[in-house]
């Protein structure tokens, strides 16, 4: 009989834990006010993109950019840029996963920085909280300074921006 009350309480105790485990999982249940990482459930895609920059009628340099690797990254081009040219890239992200997430960075990946230094001067890092099936709307300002020697006249350079996010179980 001991036995059987021992093993009904440490069945109670251990299923009490399932709901708050799956609400926390889902992103219903409010535990901590801190992202945790994202796990398979959890993902967020780049789905538009749209390049512009602060040239008017002279068109000296030109500014690309589109989405690839199935939405996780977006390439940017940019052609003949010269020191202080300013690119924006406006983007839409979704998130595609079960869970809410929270947008934690953009970053820029640039393999050209002896040539074409570029730095993000505008990025809204207030992007709140992501429910599945949401997405947002932002822009990213690039600025090429310090444009050396080594940079080719005519020449097209890529980078890429890369969005980070985090499932959010919290506040």
């Known amino acids: 009989m001991r036995k059987a009350i021992t093993l009904l309480v440490i069945a109670v105790v251990a299923f009490s ?5 799956y609400a926390c999982w889902m992103g219903r249940w409010h535990v ?12 967020v895609i ?34 003949n840029a010269y020191p202080d040219y300013q690119g924006y890239v406006a983007f839409t992200v979704k998130n595609v996963g079960r869970v809410p997430v929270k947008i934690t960075d953009v970053t820029i990946d640039n393999p050209n ?11 809204s890092l207030e992007w709140g ?11 990213v300002g690039l600025l090429m300074y310090g444009v050396t020697e080594e940079a080719a006249m005519n020449a097209t350079y890529t980078f890429t921006i890369t969005i980070h996010a985090e499932q959010w179980c919290g506040r």
Not at 32 to 43: I, L
Request: overall charge negative; aromatic content about 8%; glycine content about 10%.
């Open 129 to 139: 909280l992501l429910p599945p099936g949401g997405w947002l709307s932002k822009r």
């Open 46 to 79: 780049f789905t538009g993109v749209y390049a512009f920059d602060n040239e008017g009628k002279e068109d000296v340099a030109q500014i690309d950019a589109w989405v690839e690797d199935s939405g996780g990254k977006i390439v940017t081009a940019m052609t």
């Open 113 to 123: 920085l002896g040539e074409v230094p570029v730095c993000i001067t505008e990025r």
């Open 32 to 43: 901590e006010a801190k992202p945790v990482s994202c796990h398979p459930e959890c993902g």
């Open 17 to 21: 834990f399932l709901p708050v485990s």
